[in-house]
């Protein structure tokens, strides 16, 4: 049984360089070109500021910025659960990016997208309970999307 799982895993290894595949972050991998290389908007809300942070997080802080993310950021948050006594115990915060990748040196557009994602926060706590998990959500949404507007920077970024 063991061997079986040891030549599955070798095998579909062996398929995996067959067809192209390296690694994102790898030394030669798309990621690395755009390490430390794009700056950000300035962040003027708090949603703003996570999600930038998510952003350097991910892809550095910019130390030779060749690029300049550009985005906008719309939330809307919605009760879905409501009791007898017409009190909201569960809220979901939907949200939108818009985003724009450009060339710092020429102001070329290089990619563009937007991104949705949502989460969910209950308020069946204490006041001060409740503003902390609305706060932590909107850091998981902004989490969220950071992670999948660089999952199409790299994606795009063989492009440019």
């Not at 049984?1 to 995996?16: D, E, H, K, Y």
């Not at 450009?102 to 926060?121: I, K, R």
């Amino acid at each position: 049984m063991l061997f079986s799982r040891r030549l599955f895993v070798l095998g579909g290894l062996a398929a995996l360089s067959g067809c192209g595949f390296a690694p994102v972050y790898g030394p030669a991998g798309e990621a690395t070109k755009l390490r430390g290389r794009i700056s950000f908007e300035e962040p003027t809300t708090r949603a703003a500021f996570d999600f930038v942070s998510q952003l350097e997080d991910r892809l550095g802080r910019p130390q030779s910025a060749a690029y300049m993310l550009s985005y906008t950021i719309e939330t809307d948050e919605t009760g879905v659960a409501v009791t007898s006594d017409q009190s909201t115990t569960r809220f979901n915060i939907s949200g939108r990016i818009q985003y724009a990748l450009s060339d710092v040196a020429t102001g070329a557009l290089l990619t563009d997208g937007d991104v949705m994602n949502f989460t969910s926060y209950s308020t069946t706590g204490t006041t001060v309970a409740t503003q902390a998990a609305e706060r932590d959500a909107y850091e998981r949404l902004m989490t969220a999307m950071a992670d999948q507007v660089v999952s199409q920077l790299i994606a795009a970024s063989n492009d440019f």
